[in-house]
Nanobody, 120 residues
Framework: QVQLVESGGGLVQPGGSLRLSCAAS????????MGWYRQAPGKQRELVAS???????NYADSVKGRVTISTDNAKNTVYLQMNSLRPEDTAVYYC??????????????WGQGTQVTVSS
């Protein structure tokens, strides 16, 4: 079994920064794409950023220039550095990953979510 455990959420003032972390653990053969999604109250879950095993990144237009996604492959961890945070960034942030625990079988996993609140 594989688990994704997020950390780093919290309350921050507008213009502030946060770094989210997500560590994958368990029976892991290989990790492919990892990403962060968010869901604000009353809204659909949306992609914030993703990164492939090869290092290619993709960002939502709403966060481009303010957010950086990165990985530490040795630690099976993905990070989301968020700067210049705005009240509209307030949401539950979810880690997501495509992980193979046996060759040829890839399963999509979700973390439990971490709350990010941007407010003065």
């Amino acid at each position: 079994q594989v688990q994704l455990v997020e950390s780093g959420g919290g309350l921050v003032q507008p213009g502030g920064s946060l770094r989210l972390s997500c560590a994958a653990s368990g029976s892991i053969f290989s990790i492919y794409t990892m990403g962060w999604y968010r869901q604000a109250p009353g809204k659909q879950r949306e992609l914030v950023a993703s990164i492939t095993r090869g290092g290619s990144t993709n960002y939502a237009d709403s966060v481009k220039g303010r957010v950086t996604i990165s990985t530490d492959n040795a630690k099976n961890t993905v990070y989301l550095q968020m700067n210049s945070l705005r009240p509209e960034d307030t949401a539950v942030y979810y880690c997501n990953a495509d992980i193979s625990n046996i060759p040829g079988v890839v399963i999509n996993y979700w973390g439990q979510g971490t709350q990010v609140t941007v407010s003065s």
